[in-house]
């Protein structure tokens, strides 16, 4: 089993920054990639960010040049540098790994969600 904890959101007004961190832990033997999810109230969940076991990196356009995703491989731990919040990047934000357990069975685990508010 796999577990993700999340931390670092909260309140912050209009073009500031929160950080977001996120670690799996568990029965992973590889990951493939991990990322961040958010889903706002009465909407549907979009994809934000990922990167992969290379460093390769994808972000959605809307946050795309303010939001920047990182990781430190060793500990399966992955940052999220948000800069210029605006108040539609209000949301819960989750992070997800998918990842190759010790059976070489490939999976995807997600972690409870951390909030971020953007409000003056």
Do not use: H
Not at 53 to 70: C, E, L, P
């Amino acid at each position: 089993q796999v577990q993700l904890v999340e931390s670092g959101g909260g309140l912050v007004q209009p073009g500031g920054s929160l950080r977001l961190s996120c670690t799996a832990s568990g029965s992973i033997f590889s990951v493939n990639a991990m990322g961040w999810y958010r889903q706002a109230p009465g909407k549907q969940r979009e994809s934000v960010a990922t990167i992969t076991n290379n460093g390769s990196t994808n972000y959605s356009d809307f946050v795309r040049g303010r939001f920047t995703i990182s990781r430190d491989g060793a500990k399966f731990t992955i940052y999220f540098q948000m800069n210029s919040l605006k108040l539609e990047d209000t949301a819960l934000y989750s992070c997800y790994v998918n990842y190759y357990d010790d059976t070489w069975i490939r999976r995807d685990a997600w972690g409870q969600g951390t909030q971020v508010t953007v409000s003056s």
